[in-house]
Each structure stands twice: as C-alpha cells, then as structure tokens.
C-alpha cells in the first residue's frame, strides 16, 4: 500500500459534484459534467488499453484546445499512460526531432492537425487515434461507447502522469516531469493565492502544450469543482465578448494577451472590476499595469516555470499597484531563497545583491524524463531546483525578478540585464514594447541592442531615445543600437526569442 497514493482526481470530482458543468466547449456550446468527465475517461482509457497501449507508454497528443484533450490528459491518470501535448504551430519534421525527448508510441490528434500528426505516425511508427471521426482509424467517441470504464484506482502522488515540453527561447526542448503530487500543489498555490472556490469560472485559451494551458487556471479550477469554457485558440473578440457577459471571474493570461485587450475597441465594455486578473510568463510592463488598474483591474503579476508547476509567486491584490514589477512572495507551498554567489543563502532583505532564484516544494518536477545529465545540472547537491533567474527581495519580502542570468551581457566591465533597461523603454510614449540583446562590440565587449514596437498610430524617433535613456539608466545601459520592427519574434508562450533578434543583426 501507498501511503502518498491519491484518489483518482475525476471519480472525486463526480461523487462530490457529479451534475455541475465542468466544461463548455465556446465553439460548440457542448458541455460535460463532473460525472460525464469521468465515464468518458473511463470508457476511453479501456479503450486504450484495447488498442494496445500499456502503462508506462506515452501519448503524443496534437490538438487545438478543446474538452477532449481534458478527457486524453484524465484517461491517461487512469490508464497509466504518460501523456506529451505538441506544438501544432510546428511541422511533422520538427515534431520528429522533438519527439525524441519522449519517444512516443501512439499520438492523438484533431481533424486541424490531421495531416501532421499522421505524417509523424508514419516517421516514427506511431499508433494512430483521433479525437474526430475518420475512417480505420479508432476515435474516442468510438472508444467512450464502445467500453466499459475501467475501475478507479489510487493515484501514486509522484506517478510521471504527462510530460510538458520545455517554453525556453533557447536550446532543444527537454521532457519536464508533472506529477499528481505537482497537480495538487499547483492547485493549492493558486488556488489560495486568487481565492479561488467551486462557484468560480475561468477560460482557458492558452496553448495545451505549455504548462500555463492545463495548469492557469484550468485544471486547478476543476479539481475546485469550478467550470471553463475552452476556445480553440486566442480570440480576442470572442474572449472579449466573453467576458463582457459577466460569466467568467477568474482570468489568466500572459502580457500579450492584455496587450492585445489593450488595442481592442471593447476594452471598455467588460466590468474588469469584477474579474481577479492573473498574469505570468514575461514581466507585465507598468503601463500595461496602469492601464487595466484605471480600469478597475488589479492584475497580478506571478512567477512560475514549467519545472514549478508552475505557480510558485503571485503578487497579492492589495499590493498590485503599490509594488509594480514585483512578482509577489513565494506561495504556500513553496519554498524559496537567493544563492548569494557562493551556494550559501544570501539573507538580505534590503534588496541589495541578487542572486540566482532556487526552488524547492511539492509542486517542484523531480525531472526531465529519461534525461538524468539535464536533471542533474538542475538542481543544487541539496535538492534546489535552480531557476535561472536572478532575484532580489525588497524590505517588505517582496521579490522581484533581475533578469535571466543568460540574458545578462558584460559591457565594459559592468553587468547589463536587459529586463532592467527593457523597463525603461516601455515607459516611453511612443514605445509599445521594447526587447533587449546583447550583441558583440569591438571596443566594450558587448553592447546593448534594442527592438522596438510602435504603439498604434505613434513613431518612434530613434535619434532622440538615446538621450532620454541616458536621463534614466547609466550611460554603459543605455542600448547602442534602436530597431524599430512590424513584430517580434515569440514563442507560443508569448515569451520573445532574443536568439532570433541576435540572428537578425549577424
């Protein structure tokens, strides 16, 4: 017996709220409850197992959003399979190089993804299932009708249940880990962190195949007992219509997102007042912060990684405007604390000194799969997950994100980090967004290049910033260079590529 073993999460759910909506699906108007959530999953994972998945194999899944890939991610918990959403934005000879993190035995698509998801099954011999219905090939409304569910087990708390693939902008993808034990202590983060309760509803829009699409706030809402509409894919009229109905209270999204309600002629007609505003993945710029805070909307700025699960800060609602680019203090389940530089603690509170950010709590990845060297080189010798980021913590225990230490150059003998100068620029009138690289220079070793976004119907005079940045940041600061671009290149995470950006100046 297991003593750390779990319920199953949907067999819960349905006996404590078997007839509540747990999913409206916005394109379709189809919804499921709690009880319908957990006979299909049931009746699927027998299916599985009939065409011929084992426990321990791995399901590739390359959909848009929609309740089945919610149904794919339970059927997986209760039929031992380990789960891995793709990129749908990348084609089947990327999606092969990438699968090599997980070597997938089967892979679960929609109709959109049909034709890549099929020519990866023919490069890697993959079983083929379908969420829509096509022929010789199983589907799972065929597989929900035509098997049993299979019985409820207990849930091992650090079972490998799916594998997200890593949203850096550098390197080749690795396997990150989540648990039960990650979904649980996820839940409880943000859970406590924006009051979250069974009556609440949330959207979930975000990409499947990065953490924040399952984990902010849609799983964490159903294991609450709460309901999310799910949208294919960002639609800022249909979102905005959304939540211009007065359903929704709870809403998660990254800068871009609130960039994008910015723009939108009906920014006005939603009451953000009355909807608890969460944002992570990139640091939400103070304008962007004031715009929606005169508009009755404290969004509160958060810090997670995939490895985290994610949540592990969220600024509190009382401090969102009076502590603008803080990411809050680390929440109930995790635990946190600043590598002064020689792997002891560095305890300042005076907001002197950063150091590299490290984590540790239930809701951390035990790793990335099949990838011991990588898993490894995370963690510190007495088990902190390091992040890669370098922090400071002000007097009042609020933390604040310095930078990525990748991302820092050297010019001239003094440390850089672009966030810092970032920050700057995106202060100035004409200025949407700023992104800035470290580029070569034969005099100074490196200097700064900035890439600048227009906001809509200013320009942006290139010959003028480096004097208004020179009022604001020490001159080795001030960028050498202003770029001035229709867009920036990004993940699916909304996060910029500054590999790309350094490309375009080779």
């Known amino acids: 017996m297991n003593p750390d073993a779990l319920p199953d999460m949907t067999a819960k759910r349905a006996e404590l709220t078997p007839d509540r909506v747990a999913f409206t699906e916005h394109a379709s108007g189809q919804h499921l409850t709690f009880a319908e959530v957990d006979d299909a999953a049931a009746r699927i994972a027998t299916g599985f197992r009939t065409a011929g998945l084992a426990p321990g194999d791995r399901l ?30 990348q084609p089947a000879s990327e999606l092969d190089s990438v699968s090599e993190a997980f070597a997938p035995n089967a892979i679960l698509y929609d109709d959109a993804n049909r034709d890549t998801a099929r020519a990866l099954a023919k490069m890697r011999g993959l079983t083929t299932l379908a969420m829509d219905a096509e ?36 390197g080749t993808p690795k396997a990150v880990i989540q ?36 984990n902010l706030y849609t799983l964490p809402i159903f294991l609450f007992g709460g309901h999310s509409t799910v949208f ?5 009229d249909g979102i905005l219509a959304t939540l211009k109905s007065g359903t929704v209270n709870q809403f998660f999204g990254v800068p871009a997102i609130y960039q994008a309600f910015s723009l939108h002629a009906d920014i006005d007609e939603v009451d953000w007042s009355a909807i608890r505003c969460g944002c992570g993945g990139a640091p939400l710029p103070e304008p962007l912060i004031t715009f929606f805070a005169e508009r ?60 590299e950010l490290l984590l540790r709590g ?22 902190w997950l390091r992040s890669g980021d370098v922090a400071r913590r002000d007097k009042d225990g609020y933390f604040f994100i310095v930078d990525r230490i990748k991302d820092m150059y050297i010019s001239g003998g003094e440390n850089v980090y672009p966030a810092e100068v970032e920050r700057v620029l995106d202060n100035h009138p004409d200025i949407l967004e700023a992104a800035v690289v470290g580029v070569a ?66």
């Open 179 to 214: 648990t039960p034990r990650m979904a649980w202590a996820n839940a409880v983060n943000i859970g406590q962190a924006v009051d979250m309760t069974s009556t609440d509803s949330s959207l979930n829009f975000l990409p499947l195949f990065h953490t924040a699409g399952i």
């Open 135 to 170: 022929p010789d090939t199983p589907s799972l409304d065929d597989l929900r009708r035509d098997h049993v569910p299979m019985p409820p087990r207990r849930i091992p708390s650090d079972d490998i249940w799916y594998l997200m693939l890593t949203s850096g902008t550098t």
């Open 60 to 89: 590739a899944v390359l959909s848009l959003n929609r309740i089945d890939f919610f149904l794919a991610l339970f059927t997986c918990q209760k039929a031992e399979l380990v789960m891995a959403p793709l990129n749908w934005r």
């Open 362 to 383: 239930p809701a951390i990845t035990p790793g990335y799969y099949r990838n011991p060297e990588a898993t490894a080189a995370a963690f510190t010798e007495d088990g």
């Open 296 to 355: 009755g909307a404290l969004i509160c700025n958060g810090f997670g990684m995939t490895e985290t699960g994610p949540t592990a800060f969220l600024v509190d609602r009382d401090s969102a405007t009076d502590k603008i680019g803080s990411i809050g203090k680390a929440q109930m389940l995790t635990e946190v604390r600043i590598d002064g530089g020689d792997g002891t603690e560095d305890t300042s509170h005076s907001g002197d000194g950063p150091g």
């Open 232 to 236: 294919a894919k960002f639609d800022p």
């Open 441 to 506: 220079d034969a005099r100074w070793g490196e200097v700064g290049a900035a890439f600048l976004l227009a906001r809509p119907d200013h320009t942006i005079d290139t010959g003028s910033l480096d004097a208004w940045c020179r009022e604001r940041l020490a001159a080795y600061k001030v960028p050498k260079s202003f770029h001035v671009e229709d867009d920036l290149p990004r993940t699916a995470a909304g996060k910029v590529r500054k590999p790309d950006l350094r490309e375009r100046l080779a």
